[in-house]
Nanobody, 126 residues
Framework: EEQLVESGGGSVQAGGSLRLSCVAS????????IGWFRQAPGKEREGVSC????????HYAASVKGRFTISKDDTKNTVYLQMNNLKPEDTAVYYC???????????????????WGQGTQVTVSS
């Protein structure tokens, strides 16, 4: 069974940093496109960043570009999201997600993703 488990969320002050981790089981992340999403209260779930083993380009939402970095460790079957210079508007539940296959390029559209984690809360105070 394919599973994704996120960790690393917490509460920080504006300007602080957090690193989220997402451990995959039941499948190999190198064979799937991987993404991070977030959902703030009362808002739609939005794509934050994604990467594909077939494409060297990494995609970021405009709101996080230059502050967040996605990476993966295939030996640990784990994906990371390093978040720096956090802002109150980054407050949300963050989800890790994976395609059911390896595409030529990843997308920040949630409809493309088949596997989802349970989410981890990130709260940024001003």
């Amino acid at each position: 069974e394919e599973q994704l488990v996120e960790s690393g969320g917490g509460s920080v002050q504006a300007g602080g940093s957090l690193r989220l981790s997402c451990v995959a089981s039941g499948f190999t992340i190198d064979d799937h496109d991987i993404g991070w999403f977030r959902q703030a209260p009362g808002k739609e779930r939005e794509g934050v960043s994604c990467l594909s083993s077939r494409d060297p380009r990494i995609h970021y939402a405009a709101s996080v570009k230059g502050r967040f970095t996605i990476s993966k460790d295939d030996t640990k079957n784990t994906v990371y999201l390093q978040m720096n210079n956090l802002k109150p508007e980054d407050t949300a539940v963050y989800y890790c997600a994976a395609y059911g296959y390896l595409a030529t390029e990843c997308s920040l559209s949630r409809s493309e993703y088949d596997y989802w984690g349970q989410g981890t809360q990130v709260t940024v105070s001003s």
